[in-house]
RNA sequence: GUGGGUGUAGUUCAAUGGUAGAGCACCGGAUUGUGGUUCCGGCUGUUGUGGGUUCGAGUCCCAUUACCCACCCCA
Protein backbone atom coordinates (compact mmCIF):
# COMPACT_ATOMS: atom_id res chain seq x y z
CA UNK A 1 0.00 0.00 0.00
CA UNK A 2 1.35 3.17 -1.20
CA UNK A 3 2.04 6.20 1.42
CA UNK A 4 -0.77 8.17 -0.60
CA UNK A 5 -4.27 6.94 -1.72
CA UNK A 6 -7.28 8.41 -3.51
CA UNK A 7 -9.67 10.56 -0.89
CA UNK A 8 -12.47 7.87 -0.24
CA UNK A 9 -15.31 7.89 -2.54
CA UNK A 10 -13.15 9.65 -5.22
CA UNK A 11 -11.28 7.22 -8.26
CA UNK A 12 -8.76 7.10 -10.67
CA UNK A 13 -9.97 6.24 -14.04
CA UNK A 14 -7.06 4.13 -15.64
CA UNK A 15 -6.66 2.77 -19.07
CA UNK A 16 -8.17 1.28 -20.68
CA UNK A 17 -11.49 2.34 -18.55
CA UNK A 18 -10.39 5.82 -18.97
CA UNK A 19 -10.46 5.12 -22.75
CA UNK A 20 -14.25 3.74 -22.39
CA UNK A 21 -14.30 6.88 -20.68
CA UNK A 22 -13.85 9.33 -23.17
CA UNK A 23 -15.45 7.49 -26.10
CA UNK A 24 -18.86 7.43 -24.27
CA UNK A 25 -18.29 11.46 -23.47
CA UNK A 26 -17.58 12.26 -27.00
CA UNK A 27 -20.86 10.06 -28.34
CA UNK A 28 -22.47 12.22 -25.35
CA UNK A 29 -21.63 14.94 -27.12
CA UNK A 30 -22.91 14.13 -30.32
CA UNK A 31 -26.20 12.78 -29.37
CA UNK A 32 -26.58 16.00 -27.86
CA UNK A 33 -25.62 18.29 -30.61
CA UNK A 34 -28.31 16.29 -33.14
CA UNK A 35 -31.28 18.19 -30.85
CA UNK A 36 -28.88 21.16 -30.73
CA UNK A 37 -27.96 21.16 -27.19
CA UNK A 38 -24.65 23.24 -26.97
CA UNK A 39 -22.39 22.76 -23.75
CA UNK A 40 -22.51 25.03 -20.64
CA UNK A 41 -19.29 24.60 -18.44
CA UNK A 42 -20.09 25.77 -14.70
CA UNK A 43 -17.58 25.96 -12.17
CA UNK A 44 -17.36 23.26 -9.83
CA UNK A 45 -17.67 25.66 -6.92
CA UNK A 46 -20.64 27.47 -6.39
CA UNK A 47 -21.96 29.53 -3.27
CA UNK A 48 -23.40 27.63 -0.83
CA UNK A 49 -26.58 29.54 -0.33
CA UNK A 50 -27.13 28.83 -4.21
CA UNK A 51 -27.62 25.08 -3.54
CA UNK A 52 -29.45 25.93 -0.41
CA UNK A 53 -32.06 27.85 -1.86
CA UNK A 54 -32.47 25.67 -5.32
CA UNK A 55 -32.11 21.95 -4.36
CA UNK A 56 -34.53 22.87 -0.75
CA UNK A 57 -33.07 23.62 2.99
CA UNK A 58 -34.79 20.59 4.21
CA UNK A 59 -33.94 17.81 1.02
CA UNK A 60 -30.79 15.32 2.25
CA UNK A 61 -28.13 16.57 -0.27
CA UNK A 62 -28.36 20.02 1.40
CA UNK A 63 -28.79 18.71 5.05
CA UNK A 64 -26.01 16.52 4.98
CA UNK A 65 -24.21 15.38 1.70
CA UNK A 66 -22.38 19.16 0.62
CA UNK A 67 -18.83 19.39 1.05
CA UNK A 68 -18.66 23.20 2.31
CA UNK A 69 -15.88 25.64 2.84
CA UNK A 70 -15.33 28.84 3.61
CA UNK A 71 -13.36 31.13 1.12
CA UNK A 72 -10.15 33.16 2.18
CA UNK A 73 -11.93 36.14 0.92
CA UNK A 74 -15.62 35.72 3.11
CA UNK A 75 -14.55 38.16 5.09
CA UNK A 76 -14.43 40.62 2.54
CA UNK A 77 -17.43 39.30 0.66
CA UNK A 78 -19.57 39.55 3.77
CA UNK A 79 -18.96 43.30 3.11
CA UNK A 80 -21.04 43.43 0.10
CA UNK A 81 -24.12 45.06 0.19
CA UNK A 82 -26.08 41.84 -0.44
CA UNK A 83 -25.24 40.80 2.85
CA UNK A 84 -23.36 37.35 3.31
CA UNK A 85 -24.20 36.18 0.28
CA UNK A 86 -21.39 33.74 -1.17
CA UNK A 87 -19.40 33.62 1.78
CA UNK A 88 -19.64 29.74 2.46
CA UNK A 89 -19.02 27.65 -0.57
CA UNK A 90 -19.44 24.42 -2.37
CA UNK A 91 -18.53 22.05 -4.17
CA UNK A 92 -21.65 21.30 -6.65
CA UNK A 93 -23.72 18.46 -5.90
CA UNK A 94 -25.83 18.45 -8.57
CA UNK A 95 -25.33 20.43 -12.52
CA UNK A 96 -28.68 22.65 -12.39
CA UNK A 97 -28.77 25.14 -10.02
CA UNK A 98 -24.67 26.41 -11.55
CA UNK A 99 -26.54 26.17 -14.79
CA UNK A 100 -29.63 28.03 -13.25
CA UNK A 101 -27.25 30.63 -11.64
CA UNK A 102 -25.08 30.99 -15.22
CA UNK A 103 -28.40 31.80 -17.52
CA UNK A 104 -29.75 34.10 -14.61
CA UNK A 105 -26.24 35.89 -14.62
CA UNK A 106 -25.91 36.25 -18.33
CA UNK A 107 -29.07 37.51 -18.75
CA UNK A 108 -28.93 34.45 -21.29
CA UNK A 109 -33.25 34.29 -21.98
CA UNK A 110 -33.44 37.44 -22.64
CA UNK A 111 -30.81 38.34 -25.65
CA UNK A 112 -32.57 35.84 -27.45
CA UNK A 113 -35.83 33.90 -27.78
CA UNK A 114 -36.12 30.12 -26.11
CA UNK A 115 -36.30 27.03 -26.06
CA UNK A 116 -32.65 27.39 -24.91
CA UNK A 117 -30.94 24.10 -24.59
CA UNK A 118 -28.00 23.72 -22.81
CA UNK A 119 -25.62 20.49 -22.14
CA UNK A 120 -23.12 19.85 -19.63
CA UNK A 121 -20.92 17.11 -18.80
CA UNK A 122 -18.79 16.60 -15.48
CA UNK A 123 -17.95 16.03 -11.79
CA UNK A 124 -20.18 16.61 -9.32
CA UNK A 125 -19.74 15.86 -5.41
CA UNK A 126 -21.51 14.40 -2.22
CA UNK A 127 -20.36 13.83 0.87
CA UNK A 128 -21.86 9.82 1.06
CA UNK A 129 -21.00 6.77 2.46
CA UNK A 130 -19.27 5.26 -0.51
CA UNK A 131 -20.69 2.18 -2.20
CA UNK A 132 -21.55 0.20 -5.63
CA UNK A 133 -22.24 2.88 -8.37
CA UNK A 134 -22.31 5.57 -5.77
CA UNK A 135 -19.50 7.62 -5.27
CA UNK A 136 -18.52 10.83 -3.87
CA UNK A 137 -17.16 12.31 -6.75
CA UNK A 138 -19.24 10.91 -9.71
CA UNK A 139 -20.17 12.73 -13.02
CA UNK A 140 -23.15 13.58 -14.47
CA UNK A 141 -24.03 14.39 -17.79
CA UNK A 142 -27.41 16.71 -17.79
CA UNK A 143 -29.80 18.52 -20.51
CA UNK A 144 -31.26 21.83 -19.92
CA UNK A 145 -33.61 23.24 -21.45
CA UNK A 146 -35.32 26.72 -20.66
CA UNK A 147 -38.53 29.07 -21.82
CA UNK A 148 -40.68 26.50 -22.86
CA UNK A 149 -43.37 25.76 -21.01
CA UNK A 150 -44.97 22.56 -22.92
CA UNK A 151 -45.08 18.83 -21.86
CA UNK A 152 -44.02 18.13 -25.46
CA UNK A 153 -40.28 19.29 -24.73
CA UNK A 154 -40.82 17.47 -22.20
CA UNK A 155 -41.15 14.56 -24.21
CA UNK A 156 -38.62 15.44 -26.33
CA UNK A 157 -36.32 15.37 -23.48
CA UNK A 158 -37.30 11.99 -22.33
CA UNK A 159 -36.94 11.17 -25.91
CA UNK A 160 -33.32 12.08 -25.67
CA UNK A 161 -32.98 10.31 -22.52
CA UNK A 162 -34.13 6.56 -24.61
CA UNK A 163 -31.90 7.57 -27.25
CA UNK A 164 -28.77 7.57 -25.44
CA UNK A 165 -30.13 4.43 -23.89
CA UNK A 166 -30.75 3.03 -27.64
CA UNK A 167 -27.12 4.65 -28.14
CA UNK A 168 -25.66 2.17 -26.15
CA UNK A 169 -27.59 -0.58 -26.05
CA UNK A 170 -28.69 -0.12 -22.57
CA UNK A 171 -31.74 -1.74 -21.13
CA UNK A 172 -33.28 0.60 -18.68
CA UNK A 173 -37.00 0.88 -17.86
CA UNK A 174 -38.18 4.67 -18.39
CA UNK A 175 -40.98 5.58 -15.24
CA UNK A 176 -42.80 8.55 -15.79
CA UNK A 177 -45.03 10.49 -13.54
CA UNK A 178 -46.23 13.98 -12.81
CA UNK A 179 -46.08 14.97 -9.06
CA UNK A 180 -48.10 18.38 -9.23
CA UNK A 181 -47.20 21.85 -8.75
CA UNK A 182 -47.69 24.22 -5.97
CA UNK A 183 -51.75 24.45 -6.71
CA UNK A 184 -52.64 20.65 -6.25
CA UNK A 185 -49.31 19.16 -4.76
CA UNK A 186 -49.83 20.48 -1.28
CA UNK A 187 -53.59 19.00 -1.29
CA UNK A 188 -52.43 15.45 -2.26
CA UNK A 189 -49.77 15.39 0.57
CA UNK A 190 -52.44 16.43 2.86
CA UNK A 191 -54.63 13.57 1.66
CA UNK A 192 -51.12 11.37 1.81
CA UNK A 193 -50.62 12.18 5.87
CA UNK A 194 -54.60 11.82 6.49
CA UNK A 195 -53.92 8.32 4.69
CA UNK A 196 -50.87 6.90 6.73
CA UNK A 197 -51.51 8.78 10.35
CA UNK A 198 -53.92 5.76 11.39
CA UNK A 199 -51.02 3.28 10.18
CA UNK A 200 -48.42 4.65 11.83
CA UNK A 201 -48.03 1.83 14.40
CA UNK A 202 -47.30 -0.50 11.25
CA UNK A 203 -44.74 1.43 9.92
CA UNK A 204 -40.99 1.61 10.53
CA UNK A 205 -39.50 4.13 12.61
CA UNK A 206 -38.13 6.18 10.03
CA UNK A 207 -41.73 6.07 8.40
CA UNK A 208 -43.43 7.48 11.11
CA UNK A 209 -40.86 10.57 11.30
CA UNK A 210 -41.48 11.06 7.68
CA UNK A 211 -45.33 11.20 8.23
CA UNK A 212 -45.60 14.74 8.75
CA UNK A 213 -42.42 16.11 7.09
CA UNK A 214 -42.16 13.92 3.95
CA UNK A 215 -45.10 11.71 3.60
CA UNK A 216 -44.00 11.32 -0.58
CA UNK A 217 -40.95 9.83 0.36
CA UNK A 218 -42.54 6.93 2.61
CA UNK A 219 -43.93 5.45 -0.21
CA UNK A 220 -40.84 4.19 -1.33
CA UNK A 221 -39.87 2.95 1.79
CA UNK A 222 -38.28 0.00 1.45
CA UNK A 223 -38.62 -1.65 5.00
CA UNK A 224 -42.34 -1.46 5.38
CA UNK A 225 -43.13 -1.71 1.30
CA UNK A 226 -46.08 0.35 1.54
CA UNK A 227 -47.14 0.07 -2.02
CA UNK A 228 -47.67 -4.27 -1.23
CA UNK A 229 -49.09 -3.70 1.72
CA UNK A 230 -51.95 -0.91 0.85
CA UNK A 231 -53.81 -0.71 -2.73
CA UNK A 232 -55.70 2.21 -1.37
CA UNK A 233 -52.95 4.79 -1.15
CA UNK A 234 -54.05 7.81 -2.73
CA UNK A 235 -52.37 8.54 -6.05
CA UNK A 236 -50.64 11.69 -7.42
CA UNK A 237 -52.14 10.92 -10.48
CA UNK A 238 -55.87 10.90 -9.07
CA UNK A 239 -55.45 14.63 -7.59
CA UNK A 240 -54.10 16.63 -10.15
CA UNK A 241 -55.49 19.98 -10.98
CA UNK A 242 -56.60 20.68 -13.81
CA UNK A 243 -54.01 22.35 -15.59
CA UNK A 244 -51.33 19.37 -14.43
CA UNK A 245 -53.96 16.35 -15.60
CA UNK A 246 -54.06 17.89 -18.87
CA UNK A 247 -50.57 18.43 -19.24
CA UNK A 248 -49.43 15.14 -18.29
CA UNK A 249 -52.25 13.66 -21.05
CA UNK A 250 -50.54 15.77 -23.57
CA UNK A 251 -46.58 13.94 -22.20
CA UNK A 252 -48.24 10.50 -22.42
CA UNK A 253 -49.35 11.26 -26.15
CA UNK A 254 -46.21 12.84 -27.59
CA UNK A 255 -44.09 10.34 -25.76
CA UNK A 256 -46.24 7.89 -27.65
CA UNK A 257 -45.92 9.67 -30.74
CA UNK A 258 -41.76 9.30 -30.12
CA UNK A 259 -42.12 5.81 -29.83
CA UNK A 260 -40.65 5.90 -26.57
CA UNK A 261 -41.33 2.91 -24.45
CA UNK A 262 -42.43 4.25 -20.70
CA UNK A 263 -44.27 3.07 -17.57
CA UNK A 264 -46.46 5.64 -15.77
CA UNK A 265 -44.89 5.55 -12.03
CA UNK A 266 -47.49 7.26 -9.70
CA UNK A 267 -44.71 6.80 -6.72
CA UNK A 268 -42.02 8.28 -8.39
CA UNK A 269 -40.35 11.03 -6.17
CA UNK A 270 -37.92 13.53 -6.36
CA UNK A 271 -35.00 14.37 -3.95
CA UNK A 272 -35.24 18.07 -5.15
CA UNK A 273 -37.31 20.21 -4.03
CA UNK A 274 -37.50 22.23 -7.17
CA UNK A 275 -39.44 19.67 -9.60
CA UNK A 276 -42.98 20.28 -10.84
CA UNK A 277 -45.46 18.46 -13.24
CA UNK A 278 -43.80 16.16 -15.21
CA UNK A 279 -40.63 13.70 -13.13
CA UNK A 280 -38.99 10.69 -14.69
CA UNK A 281 -36.66 8.43 -13.63
CA UNK A 282 -34.44 5.50 -15.59
CA UNK A 283 -33.73 2.56 -13.90
CA UNK A 284 -31.42 -0.28 -15.38
CA UNK A 285 -29.69 -3.11 -13.56
CA UNK A 286 -26.72 -1.86 -12.21
CA UNK A 287 -25.16 -5.04 -10.53
CA UNK A 288 -25.40 -3.23 -7.31
CA UNK A 289 -28.62 -1.55 -5.54
CA UNK A 290 -27.54 2.04 -6.90
CA UNK A 291 -29.87 1.12 -9.70
CA UNK A 292 -31.48 4.71 -10.69
CA UNK A 293 -29.07 5.86 -13.50
CA UNK A 294 -30.79 9.05 -14.67
CA UNK A 295 -33.75 10.98 -13.45
CA UNK A 296 -35.21 14.26 -14.37
CA UNK A 297 -38.12 16.73 -14.62
CA UNK A 298 -40.08 19.69 -14.86
CA UNK A 299 -38.77 23.10 -12.71
CA UNK A 300 -41.20 25.82 -13.80
CA UNK A 301 -40.21 28.11 -10.49
CA UNK A 302 -36.53 27.66 -10.14
CA UNK A 303 -35.68 30.57 -12.01
CA UNK A 304 -37.71 33.18 -10.55
CA UNK A 305 -36.53 31.32 -7.33
CA UNK A 306 -33.33 31.88 -7.84
CA UNK A 307 -33.62 35.87 -8.63
CA UNK A 308 -34.37 35.15 -12.74
CA UNK A 309 -37.41 36.42 -14.31
CA UNK A 310 -39.98 33.89 -14.79
CA UNK A 311 -38.71 31.08 -17.05
CA UNK A 312 -40.49 27.37 -17.37
CA UNK A 313 -37.67 25.09 -17.69
CA UNK A 314 -36.85 21.05 -17.71
CA UNK A 315 -33.94 18.89 -18.22
CA UNK A 316 -32.47 15.46 -16.41
CA UNK A 317 -28.81 14.16 -15.50
CA UNK A 318 -27.51 10.79 -16.11
CA UNK A 319 -24.49 8.89 -14.43
CA UNK A 320 -22.15 8.41 -16.10
CA UNK A 321 -20.44 6.01 -13.91
CA UNK A 322 -23.56 4.24 -13.88
CA UNK A 323 -24.14 4.44 -17.71
CA UNK A 324 -21.07 3.00 -17.83
CA UNK A 325 -21.46 0.22 -15.96
CA UNK A 326 -24.49 -0.99 -18.03
CA UNK A 327 -22.72 -0.05 -21.26
CA UNK A 328 -21.85 -4.00 -22.69
CA UNK A 329 -18.18 -4.69 -22.18
CA UNK A 330 -17.53 -4.70 -26.03
CA UNK A 331 -19.26 -1.98 -26.95
CA UNK A 332 -15.75 0.06 -27.48
CA UNK A 333 -13.23 -2.12 -29.71
CA UNK A 334 -9.65 -0.88 -29.27
CA UNK A 335 -7.37 -0.28 -32.05
CA UNK A 336 -4.69 -2.80 -32.39
CA UNK A 337 -1.41 -2.05 -31.90
CA UNK A 338 1.15 -2.19 -34.29
CA UNK A 339 4.94 -1.82 -33.00
CA UNK A 340 8.34 -1.47 -34.26
CA UNK A 341 11.45 -3.28 -33.28
CA UNK A 342 15.04 -3.03 -34.29
CA UNK A 343 17.64 -5.65 -33.97
CA UNK A 344 20.78 -4.41 -33.74
CA UNK A 345 22.20 -0.57 -33.54
CA UNK A 346 22.39 -0.31 -37.18
CA UNK A 347 18.62 -0.20 -37.54
CA UNK A 348 17.73 2.48 -34.81
CA UNK A 349 17.86 5.21 -37.08
CA UNK A 350 15.61 3.59 -39.27
CA UNK A 351 13.00 2.76 -37.22
CA UNK A 352 13.15 6.55 -35.66
CA UNK A 353 11.82 7.08 -39.25
CA UNK A 354 9.12 4.91 -39.56
CA UNK A 355 8.04 6.37 -35.91
CA UNK A 356 7.90 9.53 -37.49
CA UNK A 357 6.17 8.59 -40.44
CA UNK A 358 3.56 6.81 -39.28
CA UNK A 359 2.94 9.19 -36.37
CA UNK A 360 1.16 11.42 -39.22
CA UNK A 361 -1.78 8.70 -39.66
CA UNK A 362 -4.55 7.47 -37.07
CA UNK A 363 -3.11 4.05 -36.54
CA UNK A 364 -2.07 3.36 -32.88
CA UNK A 365 1.51 2.79 -33.21
CA UNK A 366 4.63 2.42 -30.34
CA UNK A 367 8.14 1.74 -31.04
CA UNK A 368 11.44 -0.04 -28.74
CA UNK A 369 14.31 1.47 -29.77
CA UNK A 370 16.32 -0.51 -27.74
CA UNK A 371 17.69 -3.44 -30.00
CA UNK A 372 16.32 -7.08 -29.77
CA UNK A 373 16.45 -10.50 -30.50
CA UNK A 374 13.77 -11.43 -33.33
CA UNK A 375 12.35 -13.68 -30.98
CA UNK A 376 12.39 -11.54 -27.92
CA UNK A 377 10.70 -8.87 -30.39
CA UNK A 378 8.07 -11.35 -30.83
CA UNK A 379 7.19 -11.97 -27.59
CA UNK A 380 7.53 -8.31 -26.34
CA UNK A 381 4.66 -7.68 -29.09
CA UNK A 382 2.79 -10.51 -27.46
CA UNK A 383 2.95 -9.29 -23.92
CA UNK A 384 1.43 -6.13 -24.85
CA UNK A 385 -1.10 -7.38 -26.96
CA UNK A 386 -0.06 -5.81 -30.23
CA UNK A 387 -1.19 -7.74 -33.44
CA UNK A 388 1.02 -5.82 -36.54
CA UNK A 389 4.86 -5.73 -35.88
CA UNK A 390 7.28 -4.36 -37.86
CA UNK A 391 11.42 -5.14 -37.54
CA UNK A 392 14.88 -3.76 -38.97
CA UNK A 393 17.30 -6.32 -39.36
CA UNK A 394 20.57 -6.16 -41.00
CA UNK A 395 19.29 -7.57 -44.48
CA UNK A 396 16.26 -4.85 -43.96
CA UNK A 397 18.70 -2.20 -43.44
CA UNK A 398 20.85 -3.10 -46.27
CA UNK A 399 17.85 -3.65 -48.77
CA UNK A 400 15.75 -0.05 -47.17
CA UNK A 401 13.15 -2.85 -46.68
CA UNK A 402 11.49 -3.10 -43.29
CA UNK A 403 9.70 -6.82 -42.51
CA UNK A 404 6.04 -6.59 -41.09
CA UNK A 405 4.52 -9.30 -39.64
CA UNK A 406 0.62 -9.50 -38.69
CA UNK A 407 0.57 -11.70 -35.35
CA UNK A 408 -2.55 -12.56 -35.27
CA UNK A 409 -1.88 -14.53 -38.63
CA UNK A 410 1.19 -14.86 -39.12
CA UNK A 411 1.66 -13.18 -42.62
CA UNK A 412 4.44 -11.38 -43.05
CA UNK A 413 5.56 -9.33 -45.91
CA UNK A 414 8.23 -7.11 -47.27
CA UNK A 415 8.25 -3.20 -47.68
CA UNK A 416 10.41 -0.76 -48.82
CA UNK A 417 10.98 1.77 -46.44
CA UNK A 418 9.49 4.40 -48.74
CA UNK A 419 6.44 2.70 -49.23
CA UNK A 420 4.68 4.57 -46.37
CA UNK A 421 1.51 5.01 -47.77
CA UNK A 422 0.84 1.20 -48.79
CA UNK A 423 1.87 0.30 -45.58
CA UNK A 424 -0.45 2.74 -43.63
CA UNK A 425 -2.92 1.51 -46.19
CA UNK A 426 -2.51 -2.10 -45.02
CA UNK A 427 -3.17 -1.40 -41.33
CA UNK A 428 -6.28 0.17 -41.90
CA UNK A 429 -7.37 -2.06 -44.48
CA UNK A 430 -6.84 -4.58 -41.77
CA UNK A 431 -8.62 -2.75 -39.03
CA UNK A 432 -11.48 -2.37 -41.09
CA UNK A 433 -12.20 -6.22 -41.65
CA UNK A 434 -11.40 -6.57 -38.11
C1' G B 1 -24.66 8.88 10.45
C1' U B 2 -25.93 3.08 11.15
C1' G B 3 -24.88 -2.21 10.17
C1' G B 4 -22.06 -6.38 8.01
C1' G B 5 -17.62 -8.36 5.49
C1' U B 6 -12.44 -8.11 4.29
C1' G B 7 -7.11 -6.33 5.05
C1' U B 8 -0.69 -11.40 3.99
C1' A B 9 4.48 -10.23 -2.36
C1' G B 10 2.99 -5.87 -8.05
C1' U B 11 -1.81 -8.98 -8.28
C1' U B 12 -5.22 -13.22 -6.90
C1' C B 13 -5.10 -16.07 -2.71
C1' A B 14 -2.93 -20.07 1.02
C1' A B 15 -0.69 -21.01 5.90
C1' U B 16 -4.59 -27.12 13.23
C1' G B 17 -1.21 -20.75 18.18
C1' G B 18 5.04 -23.20 16.48
C1' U B 19 10.76 -21.11 10.78
C1' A B 20 5.28 -16.79 5.99
C1' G B 21 3.89 -20.09 0.86
C1' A B 22 1.67 -20.95 -4.25
C1' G B 23 -0.39 -19.42 -9.05
C1' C B 24 -0.27 -15.25 -12.21
C1' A B 25 2.75 -11.03 -13.42
C1' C B 26 7.78 -9.21 -13.88
C1' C B 27 13.33 -10.15 -15.16
C1' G B 28 16.84 -13.75 -17.36
C1' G B 29 17.74 -18.35 -19.97
C1' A B 30 16.66 -23.28 -23.14
C1' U B 31 23.42 -21.83 -29.36
C1' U B 32 22.35 -18.48 -35.58
C1' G B 33 16.22 -13.94 -37.72
C1' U B 34 10.16 -16.17 -36.21
C1' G B 35 5.99 -15.38 -31.07
C1' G B 36 1.61 -17.32 -28.25
C1' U B 37 2.49 -23.46 -25.55
C1' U B 38 6.25 -25.87 -22.52
C1' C B 39 10.70 -26.22 -19.33
C1' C B 40 14.63 -24.08 -16.04
C1' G B 41 16.37 -20.08 -12.98
C1' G B 42 15.71 -15.31 -10.38
C1' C B 43 13.14 -11.16 -7.69
C1' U B 44 9.52 -9.53 -4.15
C1' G B 45 6.89 -9.12 2.44
C1' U B 46 7.47 -3.86 8.52
C1' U B 47 1.14 -10.15 7.43
C1' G B 48 -3.06 -2.26 7.33
C1' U B 49 -1.63 0.31 12.25
C1' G B 50 -1.26 0.34 17.74
C1' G B 51 -1.93 -2.25 22.14
C1' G B 52 -3.08 -6.91 24.95
C1' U B 53 -3.11 -12.51 26.10
C1' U B 54 0.88 -16.29 25.45
C1' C B 55 7.16 -19.51 26.23
C1' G B 56 5.59 -18.23 21.20
C1' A B 57 0.40 -14.35 17.39
C1' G B 58 -0.61 -13.85 10.17
C1' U B 59 -3.83 -16.88 13.49
C1' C B 60 -6.99 -15.28 19.84
C1' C B 61 -8.84 -10.35 22.34
C1' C B 62 -9.38 -4.79 22.24
C1' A B 63 -8.82 -0.32 19.70
C1' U B 64 -7.90 2.24 15.24
C1' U B 65 -7.71 2.86 9.99
C1' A B 66 -8.65 1.66 4.83
C1' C B 67 -11.45 -0.74 1.20
C1' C B 68 -15.97 -3.43 -0.21
C1' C B 69 -21.23 -4.29 0.38
C1' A B 70 -25.83 -2.78 2.45
C1' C B 71 -29.24 0.96 5.09
C1' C B 72 -30.58 6.26 4.59
C1' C B 73 -30.81 9.01 0.05
C1' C B 74 -29.73 9.55 -4.76
C1' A B 75 -27.04 9.81 -10.57
Known sequence: MSRYTAVKGMNDILPPDSLRWSRMEE??????????????????????????????????VVQKEMYVFEDKNGNKLALKP???????????????????????????????????????????????????????????????????????????????????????????????????????RPAYREKLIEYFRPKAEELCGDCRRRIDSNPLRLIDCK???????????????????PQCASDFERLKKALAIFHVPFVVDPFIVRGLDYYVKTAFEITADTGGTQNAIAGGGRYDNLVAETGGAATPAT???????????????????????AMGFALFDGGVADLVHLTKH????????????????????????????????????????????????????????????????????????????K
Open 82 to 184: EGTAGFKLALKPEGTAGVVRAFIEHSVGIEKPGPHKLFYIGPNFRYERPQKGRYRQFHQFGLEIFGDPTPEMDAELIYAASMILDHFKVKGEIRVNSIGCPAC
Open 27 to 60: DLRLLAARLNYQEIRTPVVESLELFQRGLGETSD
Open 223 to 241: VDAPRDRWNDIPLITDHLC
Open 315 to 337: GFAIGLERLLSVVPEDFYGMQPL
Open 358 to 433: LSHHPVRYMAEYTPRKFKNALQKANKLGARHIFIFGEDEVKNQQVLYKDLATGDQKTFGQHEVMAIVAMLMDKEIR
